[in-house]
Each structure stands twice: as C-alpha cells, then as structure tokens.
C-alpha cells in the first residue's frame, strides 16, 4: 500500500485535490467515451447478424414462391416482417447511439476546455509550493544558524525587573534617569522666582 504523503500547507493540498480531480475526470471521460463506443459495437454486430438472417428469409420466400406452397410463403414472409421490424429497431438504435456519441465527443471536448482552469490552478499551487519551499530552504532557524558556527547563538531574554533594570549579566544594564532640573534647582532660580 502506498504511503500517504503529508499535506503542510494550503497550496499542497490546492495541488493535490486539484490534481486528483483532473486525473479523475479524464478516466471518467475516457470510461464513458469507451463504453459508449463498445455499445456501438455490438449494435454494428447485431444489425450484421439481423440482415444475414434478413437474407435467408427473402431467399426461403423466393423458394416457397417459386415451389407454390403457401403454407411454406406464409411462414417465411411472418419470418421477414419480424426480421424487418427488429432490423429498424436496431437501425434507429444505432442512429441514436451515433448522435449520443457525437454530443458525448463534443462535451468532453467543452469539459476539457474547462478543466483547462483546474489545470492553471494546480499550476499555480505547485508553482506556489515552490516558492515557498525556496524561501523556506533559505531561512535557518536560530538552533540552526548557531549549529553552521557562522553566528554566535541567540541569547536567551530575560525578563526586565520591576524596576525597569534589566540584570547586568545581559549586557543591556540602564542606570536611572536622573530627575529633571527644576527652576529652583539652577543658580539664580530662586531669584528669578521672587
């Protein structure tokens, strides 16, 4: 049994179902197409047995009219009425079947003309998956970027203390601002004040 393939992403499964249908469409117009045709087939075989029997019975109608039995011009001419219905039976079955085949042809061929925006899109999702599967091929993960050893490896953040100071130990230690100067504070303050 085949193994599964894992579907990540949107467009891989865009890709797959879109691929699926397609491959499930053209066995379907393939199928009906073949199935069709067998059917004619056997109609052409059937009518070619029905005329071969068509044949005998106009010629066992000739014997039995030129022997002059009536009996015998009865049974035969009974027998080529049969024969004759059942040949236009299957004449005007053969004809239908003929014009269905025609419209079968030409529905497919509007089907496939559509099915050729199915065919964009998993074009396009494939193309997409691509792409992102470029990008993703030249992204490292930081675990992976320090196992390369061409950069140092990700610090671990710390967590800020309440007092806004980060420890000294990261390298980001922050001395308090001091206050801001006040009118007061300045030489000739007070004096500007009074």
């Given at each position: 049994?085949?193994?599964?393939?894992?579907?990540?992403?949107?467009?891989?499964?865009?890709?797959?179902?879109?691929?699926?249908?397609?491959?499930?469409?053209?066995?379907?117009?393939?199928?009906?197409?073949?199935?069709?045709?067998?059917?004619?087939?056997?109609?052409?075989?059937?009518?070619?047995?029905?005329?071969?029997?068509?044949?005998?019975?106009?010629?066992?109608?000739?014997?039995?009219?030129?022997?002059?039995?009536?009996?015998?011009?009865?049974?035969?001419?009974?027998?080529?009425?049969?024969?004759?219905?059942?040949?236009?039976?299957?004449?005007?079955?053969?004809?239908?079947?003929?014009?269905?085949?025609?419209?079968?042809?030409?529905?497919?061929?509007?089907?496939?003309?559509l099915a050729d925006g199915i065919r964009a899109v998993e074009r396009a999702a494939a193309e997409g998956r691509r792409e992102l599967d470029e990008v993703g091929r030249r992204i490292l993960r930081p675990g992976e970027l320090a196992a390369t050893g061409s950069e140092p490896a990700p610090r671990k953040r710390t967590r800020p203390s309440r007092t806004g100071v980060t420890p000294k130990s990261n390298g980001l230690s922050r001395e308090p601002e001091p206050a801001p100067a006040t009118s007061a504070d300045s030489p000739g303050g007070a004096a500007q004040a009074s």
């Amino acid at each position: 049994m085949a193994k599964r393939q894992k579907l990540s992403t949107p467009l891989q499964l865009l890709e797959k179902l879109s691929g699926d249908l397609l491959t499930y469409f053209d066995k379907a117009c393939s199928q009906s197409l073949k199935d069709a045709e067998k059917l004619s087939a056997r109609l052409e075989k059937e009518r070619g047995r029905i005329q071969g029997k068509l044949l005998k019975a106009h010629d066992k109608r000739k014997s039995a009219l030129d022997e002059g039995k009536p009996k015998a011009l009865k049974r035969a001419e009974r027998k080529l009425g049969e024969l004759e219905e059942l040949f236009a039976l299957v004449q005007a079955r053969q004809h239908s079947l003929l014009a269905y085949l025609g419209e079968l042809k030409g529905d497919i061929e509007r089907s496939r003309a559509l099915a050729d925006g199915i065919r964009a899109v998993e074009r396009a999702a494939a193309e997409g998956r691509r792409e992102l599967d470029e990008v993703g091929r030249r992204i490292l993960r930081p675990g992976e970027l320090a196992a390369t050893g061409s950069e140092p490896a990700p610090r671990k953040r710390t967590r800020p203390s309440r007092t806004g100071v980060t420890p000294k130990s990261n390298g980001l230690s922050r001395e308090p601002e001091p206050a801001p100067a006040t009118s007061a504070d300045s030489p000739g303050g007070a004096a500007q004040a009074s």
